[in-house]
């Protein structure tokens, strides 16, 4: 079994994105294949993505991102054991705090993490639609502890369609709302307000889990 510092080397680190319960793995945001072309586009929630500005403009945060994009370059069993191993005290993990799926065999590797953690709640937020559907429609299911979330295109526009299919599997929504009234289930810790940094920023997850659980069918975010 490799170690803790071995498994962090290896998938380049997690990230702790302080409002959170846990800890996230993600990529740079120049990585994103539907993301990046829709950063272009004004209205959309990628044009004015939080993961492309502030904190995440800093040079070791961008190094360590590109690390975590560059992990994928190696054999699946060896990351998904690092990831596993890392997330053996995690009750709680977000995928992708920045970035997005690069491909159908990432996504696999991320399923295959979820089912050797049955212990941990995982949620994946993703605008790479096609690659979901693809995963579904060739036998893929997602486990009960993976919520999957496709994202809607244009801030304060509905939620994604999704069919009887994708809902079985375990995939919901998540909008964004700026002048309109949100969709379903709208998340108190998205918009910043001044406050210590870290675990004890302000708004914070806080006791809320919405986002991990299938049961909330729509979460909405204040545009930030």
């Known amino acids: 079994m490799v170690t803790v510092r071995q498994a962090w080397r290896m998938v380049g680190g997690l ?12 990529g740079p945001v120049d990585a994103c294949r539907v993301g990046g072309r829709l950063a272009k586009i004004p209205g ?9 500005r502030n904190r995440f403009t800093w040079r070791a945060l961008r190094a360590a991102l590109r690390r975590r994009m560059r992990s994928l370059e190696r054999p699946p069993s060896q990351w998904v ?4 191993r890392l997330l053996e005290a995690q009750r709680w993990f977000r995928w992708f705090d920045s970035g997005d799926l690069q491909s159908l065999d990432h996504l696999r ?16 937020p993703t605008r790479e ?3 979901v559907r693809a995963f579904v429609r060739g036998g893929g299911r997602f486990p009960p502890n993976l919520t999957v979330r496709l ?28 002048e309109r009234p949100a969709h379903g289930f709208v998340c108190e810790a998205a918009a910043p307000v001044p406050g210590r940094p ?16 299938r049961a909330t069918e729509n979460t909405s975010y204040p545009l930030h």
């Open 129 to 131: 639609v096609a690659t």
């Open 151 to 178: 994202s809607a295109t244009w801030i304060d526009g509905p939620p994604p369609a999704v069919s009887g299919e994708l809902y079985a599997a375990g995939v919901r929504t998540l909008t964004v709302h700026s």
């Open 198 to 213: 870290g675990k004890h920023y302000q708004p914070s997850c806080d006791l809320c889990r919405a986002c991990w659980s």
């Open 109 to 124: 590797r991320i399923v295959a993490v979820c089912e050797r953690t049955p212990w941990c709640q995982h949620w994946l």
């Open 15 to 26: 990230s702790e994105p302080g409002k959170m319960p846990g800890y996230a793995h993600g």
């Open 44 to 52: 959309t929630v990628c044009h004015r993505c939080y993961a492309g």
């Open 81 to 84: 054991d690092a990831m596993v």
